[in-house]
Antibody
């Protein structure tokens, strides 16, 4: 059974940093692109960042470019995102999502999400 | 970045109705268009990928069409469990942007 499980959310002050992790199981992790998608309270989905199966290519949304860094460890089946210079607008539930073959950006499995709150 | 625009933003329809949601891309995305359903408090679920390919396990009343910049999601006979918010997403070019969502309510 495919599973992705996020961790690392919490309360952080503006300007602070947080690292989210996603543990994947039930599929060959190194074969698939992965993404982080977020959803602010009461708002729609916003794609945040993605990474190729090998980790050689990374992608970012404009709102997080230069502040967030995505990475993966294919030996441990884990996906991370380092979030720096956090702003109140970054407050959201962050989902880890598995990409599909030949459709890297399409997400067929999602975690339950982890809440990040940026507030003083 | 490619902008995705959905219409309408919300709709209310009766059980059995045919429902159509439109998604437009700011530039051609070929058939790299995906549709998701999200119910309140739940994780998004992919319904259709590559514009018209039904994800395994999704009821056949859902269908997708289109290519280039204009796409539609159709529910041929709306069921009570189809309430929620529907999002389109382009996976042609990163950042893989979502539309703003269409909220579907059952009359």
């Amino acid at each position: 059974e495919v599973q992705v499980l996020e961790s690392g959310g919490g309360l952080v002050q503006p300007g602070g940093s947080l690292r989210l992790s996603c543990a994947a199981s039930g599929f060959t992790f190194s074969d698939y692109a992965m993404s982080w998608v977020r959803q602010a309270p009461g708002k729609g989905l916003e794609w945040v960042s993605g990474i190729s199966p090998s980790g050689a290519s990374t992608y970012y949304g404009d709102s997080v470019k230069g502040r967030f860094t995505i990475s993966r460890d294919n030996s441990k089946n884990t996906l991370d995102v380092q979030m720096d210079s956090l702003k109140a607008d970054d407050t959201a539930v962050y989902y880890c999502a598995k990409g599909m073959t030949r459709h890297w950006g399409a997400a067929d499995y999602w975690g339950q999400g982890t809440l990040v709150t940026v507030s003083s | 970045d490619i902008q995705m625009t959905q219409s309408p933003s919300s709709l209310a329809a009766s059980v059995g109705d045919r429902v159509t949601i439109t998604c437009r891309a700011s530039q051609s995305i070929s058939s790299y268009l995906n549709w998701y359903q999200q119910k309140p408090g739940k994780v998004p679920k992919i319904l259709i990928y590559a514009a018209s390919t039904l994800q395994s396990g999704v009821p056949s009343r859902f269908s997708g069409s289109g290519s280039g910049t204009h796409f539609t999601l159709t529910i041929t006979s709306l069921q009570p469990e189809d309430f929620g918010t529907y999002y389109c997403q382009q996976s042609y070019s990163a950042p893989w942007t979502f539309g703003q969502g269409t909220k579907v309510e059952i009359k």
